[in-house]
């Protein structure tokens, strides 16, 4: 039937496809020599000369953004967590080398380069889709909201080739991929953690679950929340970068004491790909005079480097780092080391733990209140499946470890799971009745 799962994520997008008999295939994709089975959800825009001089545009997706940008000379503009922006009726779309983008359009592009890719490596066309959507956007605060945001979704969507789509929620087609490998009945909630949102879902799965379904599933609720990753990042920023760079750094002014650098110049730091809307006249002589006056001259110095050379990726590449190693050790160092810079600055798990504490009371607050609404006890759940990046992060995984006990905890397939329910979804359509 060619009917493909799209998991387009705020950082990492994935495509499954059923293949043979009844077998699920994920596309893969090269990225600095090694085969991943999902693509960095980025746009990379480059500007060439062409023959008589005249400049064009150049835009790539994925892996082949990133490596793009990384080995060229004169940086273009990166674009990422485009999907965070989708509930905005303000943003509508960015301009680029001169010439206006809609964001749909800008969205279609990376859902093109997903569809060519499955093509090639499958061998057949691919228009139908079944597409991941999250319980609630980032920045989503009524109902509208996500309509708005899947109906710009819709749009991209048919914009990149594809005839006919049907939305299926994350965390759903993540139970999917969790329900494969079962061979009984379970209650079980799903928790997917990725970059921009949460997702929990509530429902009995296994074969006899799947039998009475008749294609429409039993669901006991689902609540989602548009905290994740992106956002654990920004608080690294806040705390731990941005002071570096002398946010709280102060400057002698007149007869005052005042802050060197105003607030909101770290708050583009704090959404890295904004950092380039930095490079202006205007920060620049804020910067400038800023270092004549600080009280912490070579912490301003370190600011105007980053923005200067625009080393937003290079940023969030260390902050990812230093996130991922907490993952692991209960303390790691910041290392910066790019552009002249060698920051280095140890931090510890505990201290990470504090920085994202109201980021993890959303989360525990909209686990809560799926329990609540759908009436269920902790007790009366059999398994919990964590999916997703930001499911690493032990503070997340320690919310289902203090509700449910560690032994009922499952995790995996933590950025493919919600392709493969997808196409699973795409499949058990055809097979109903
Ligand atoms: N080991 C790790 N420890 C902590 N965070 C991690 C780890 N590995 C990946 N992440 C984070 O996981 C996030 C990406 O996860 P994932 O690919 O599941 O998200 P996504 O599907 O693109 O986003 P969304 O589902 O919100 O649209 C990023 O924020 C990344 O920093
Ligand atoms: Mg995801």
Same mark, same amino acid.
């Given at each position: 039937m060619n009917v493909a799962g799209i998991d387009f994520g705020t950082t990492n997008s994935s495509v499954a496809l059923q293949t043979g008999d009844a077998r699920i295939e994920l596309a893969s994709f090269t990225f600095l020599g090694s085969e991943t089975l999902s693509s960095r959800s980025v746009l990379y825009f480059e500007q060439s000369r062409a023959a008589g001089g005249m400049k064009r545009t150049h835009g790539l997706s994925g892996s082949a953004a990133i490596e793009r940008y990384l080995e060229s000379d004169e940086k273009g503009r990166l674009i990422q967590s485009m999907k965070s922006h989708l509930t905005s009726r303000s943003l509508t779309g960015t301009e680029v080398f001169g010439r206006r983008h809609r964001l749909e359009e800008l969205i279609s592009r990376i859902l093109s380069d997903l569809r060519k890719q499955a093509e090639k490596q499958f061998a057949r066309q691919i228009v139908n889709a079944v597409v991941g959507r999250p319980v609630h956007f980032v920045g989503a605060e009524t109902d509208e909201d996500d309509d708005f945001a899947v109906a710009r979704m819709r749009e991209a969507l048919q914009l990149a080739g594809f005839e006919r789509v049907e939305f299926e929620l994350e965390p759903v087609a993540a139970a999917y991929t969790y329900e494969s490998a079962l061979d009984h009945d379970e209650v079980i909630l799903i928790g997917d953690f990725g970059g921009g949102t949460s997702d929990f879902t509530l429902l009995p799965l296994g074969p006899e679950a799947r039998k009475r379904s008749h294609g429409? !599933?039993?669901?006991?609720? #689902?609540?989602?929340?548009?905290?994740?990753? *992106?956002?654990? *990042?920004?608080?690294?920023?806040?705390?731990? $970068?941005?002071?570096?760079?002398?946010?709280?750094?102060?400057? !002698?002014?007149?007869?005052?004491?005042?802050?060197? $650098?105003?607030?909101?110049? #770290?708050?583009?730091?704090?959404?890295?790909?904004?950092?380039?809307?930095? !490079?202006?006249?205007?920060?620049?002589?804020?910067?400038?005079?800023? !270092? $004549?006056?600080?009280?912490?001259?070579?912490?301003?110095?370190?600011?105007?480097?980053? $923005?200067?050379? *625009?080393?937003? #990726?290079?940023?969030?590449?260390a902050v990812q780092r230093v996130k991922f190693a907490l993952s692991q050790h209960e303390s790691a160092e910041f290392r910066f080391h790019d552009g002249g810079l060698d920051l280095r600055i140890p931090v510890t798990r505990r201290e990470f733990e504090a920085w994202i504490a109201e980021d993890l009371k959303a989360i525990e607050a909209s686990i809560d209140s799926l329990l609540r609404a759908a009436g269920i006890s902790p007790r009366d759940v059999d398994r919990v499946f964590l999916t997703g990046g930001s499911s690493f992060v032990p503070a997340v995984r320690r919310i289902f470890s203090c509700r449910f006990g560690k032994e009922r905890i499952r995790g995996g397939h933590e950025f493919t799971s919600v392709a493969q329910g997808l196409a699973l979804r795409a499949q058990q359509n055809c097979d109903a009745p």
């Open positions: 429409s !599933r039993e669901m006991l609720g #689902y609540s989602g929340v548009g905290v994740a990753g *992106d956002a654990f *990042d920004a608080r690294i920023v806040k705390k731990l $970068v941005s002071p570096a760079l002398g946010s709280n750094s102060e400057a !002698r002014s007149l007869n005052k004491i005042l802050p060197a $650098v105003p607030a909101w110049i #770290y708050a583009n730091l704090e959404r890295w790909h904004h950092l380039s809307f930095l !490079r202006t006249n205007n920060v620049r002589e804020i910067l400038r005079s800023a !270092r $004549v006056r600080a009280l912490e001259p070579e912490k301003i110095e370190a600011l105007i480097a980053i $923005v200067e050379q *625009d080393l937003g #990726y290079q940023l969030h590449q």
